[in-house]
């Protein structure tokens, strides 16, 4: 007897099921694949516990044992960074008490500030400067950190070198958080190596301590410091930014006033107008000039910045800039590397460049590229091609 279409089907169906059915692997071994029998099982709850976390203990061992070269390492690793970073926060409590108790003080309570009204821009913008690590950041974090870095340049006309720098800050909360002795100053010391090529420290690294002056004017920042550039060449320097949201835009005045011995008067105004362009995007309008006792007339420089990020630790950041003096002296030019014979007044450098900077395998390891195409007045306007990779470990709170 022929049977229904339907019924055909379905039987079809059962036997598909039926042939098809594994059992799919669990993530760990189950102690519950075998039947349970039909009784009173609270008596067997501990046997059952026991015989689970039996389970659980083999099948990471196993995991263990599976766990690449690279994993098993960054463990040890990761211990030494806790380690370090540790270290950092004890010895800025240590020194906190020692000072404090130099001074016969007592603790004060610390000061909670009144967060500012922000927008979308002043977020994306303190991602970037924290990211990047710029002067903003370093001059305005109140925190305790050792960022070391180092790394390669390739420079067409000048050559190949490595490059090195530490910045290091141990706050000192007892004050309120407004004292902080630290090692490399961020306008001096940018992108100077720390050490030279025969090992010695360079004399010129900045070190000394740093006030935080509390706010006379809302959401007016300002910090002195002060220290050696050398052991001949103590420093003063002054450094104020009053940050303003203008619609979407957020605009950061910031000037500084800096003397020393050596380098007698330097003073320097940044103009910084940061637009967010959606979430992860910024474009960033930078305007500086600067004056200092020996050289003539004024310097300046324009520059317009791409920022985007696509995850938490990584930011890509392309830039087109220009450099200038008003005036050149008949001394050798610093800014150049050029005698004055070769210069005029006016734009002497233009820069086109990318970089990328993301955190890799942890988020205190990170990696930097930036590669850049220099046309300037003293190779007579001709392309000189350079390329910097940097690594950097950041000890701090991330």
């Known amino acids: 007897m022929k049977m229904p279409g339907h019924v055909n089907l379905f039987l079809f169906l059962i036997v598909a099921l039926f042939l098809s059915a594994e059992e799919e692997p669990s993530s760990f071994p189950s102690v519950f694949d075998a039947p349970v029998p039909e009784c009173n099982c609270s008596a067997l709850v501990n046997e059952v516990n026991v015989r689970r976390a039996i389970h659980m203990h083999l099948w990471r061992e196993r995991l263990d044992e599976n766990k690449g070269w690279l994993e098993s390492g960054m463990e040890y690793v990761d211990a030494f960074h806790a380690d370090v ?49 710029d002067d903003t950041y370093l001059y305005s974090n109140e925190g305790s950190y050792l960022i070391l870095r180092g790394g390669l340049e390739y420079n067409e006309k000048a050559g190949e070198s490595f490059l090195n720098s530490i910045r290091f800050a141990i706050k000192l909360p007892r004050t309120q958080d407004r ?49 050696f550039r050398g052991v ?29 011995v050596k380098r007698k008067f330097y003073e320097e105004s940044d103009l910084y107008f940061d637009r967010r362009i959606s979430r992860e995007e910024m474009v960033r309008l930078q305007l500086q000039r600067s ?31 220009a450099s200038g003096r008003t005036e050149v002296d008949t001394a050798l030019s610093s800014d150049t590397n050029s005698s004055a014979a070769q210069m005029t007044p006016g734009i002497y450098r233009y820069s086109i460049g990318v970089g990328w900077k993301q955190s890799i395998l942890r988020t205190w390891l990170f990696y930097e590229i930036n590669p850049r195409i220099d046309y300037d007045m003293q190779y007579n306007w001709g392309p000189n091609y350079v390329c910097r990779f940097w690594l950097e470990i950041y000890f701090g709170d991330t």
């Open 232 to 260: 001949t060449n103590p420093f003063v320097q002054w450094r104020v930014e009053y940050p303003m949201n203008f619609y979407d835009w957020l605009i950061r005045p910031v000037q500084y006033v800096d003397y020393s």
């Open 179 to 227: 004292l902080q002795i630290f090692i490399g100053d961020p306008l001096a010391d940018k992108d100077k190596d720390v050490v030279s090529e025969n090992g010695q420290v360079d004399e010129t690294t900045g070190v000394g301590a740093r006030y935080f002056i509390p706010d006379a004017v809302k959401n007016l920042k300002s910090s002195v410091s002060a220290g």
């Open 85 to 133: 970073t540790q270290k950092v926060h004890v010895l800025s409590a240590n020194a906190d008490v020692q000072i404090l108790s130099w001074s016969g003080g007592e603790t004060k309570k610390k000061r909670h500030r009144v967060p500012r009204d922000g927008n979308a821009s002043e977020g994306l913008s303190g991602y970037f400067n924290r990211l990047f690590h």
């Open 291 to 321: 004056t200092e006792t020996d050289k003539v007339g004024m310097g300046y420089m324009g520059a317009i910045s791409y920022f985007k990020t696509r995850r938490f630790g990584a930011g890509f950041r392309t830039y087109v800039s």
